[in-house]
C-alpha cells in the first residue's frame, strides 16, 4: 500500500507565503504525476497544479504566478509553494499522486492539510 502524508498548513495573512509537502511511503516503485486540489468551505474540490513526469506542470489560472509545483523523486514527494496568498486561497489542500507500487497502478490521496488566509 502506498500512503501520503502532507504537512505545512497554516494560519498565515494575505501576501504572506506557505509551503506545502507531501511524502509518500509505502510500496512505492515509481510516480510519474503528482497534483494538488483543494477545497474551500462549501465549494467543490479543484485541481489547482499538477506535475507529469517531474516537468509538465498545470496550473489553475486562479494561482497561476504564485504557486509552484515541485518534486523530489528521491524523496518520493512533492511541494507546493505558495506566495502571495490571499483570502480566496482558504480551503483544504490535498495531494495527489498516481503511480506504480508492488500491487500494481496506484492512485492516491493525501488526508488534506487546512490553509487559513487571514486579510
Known amino acids: 500500500q502506498v500512503q501520503l502524508e502532507e504537512s505545512g498548513g497554516g494560519l498565515v495573512q494575505a501576501g504572506e507565503s506557505l509551503r506545502l509537502s507531501c511524502v509518500a511511503s509505502?510500496?512505492?516503485?515509481?510516480?510519474?504525476?503528482w497534483a494538488w486540489w483543494r477545497q474551500a468551505p462549501g465549494k467543490e474540490r479543484d485541481l489547482i497544479a499538477s506535475i507529469t513526469n517531474g516537468a509538465d506542470q498545470n496550473y489553475a489560472d486562479s494561482v497561476n504566478g504564485r504557486f509552484t509545483i515541485s518534486t523530489d523523486n528521491a524523496k518520493n514527494a512533492v511541494y507546493l509553494q505558495m506566495n502571495n496568498l490571499k483570502p480566496e486561497d482558504t480551503a483544504v489542500y490535498y495531494c495527489?499522486?498516481?503511480?506504480?507500487?508492488?500491487?500494481?497502478?496506484?492512485?492516491?490521496w493525501g488526508q488534506g492539510t487546512q490553509v487559513t488566509v487571514s486579510s
Open positions: 509505502g510500496s512505492v516503485v515509481s510516480i510519474n504525476k
Open positions: 495527489v499522486s498516481r503511480g506504480f507500487s508492488d500491487s500494481g497502478n496506484f492512485t492516491n
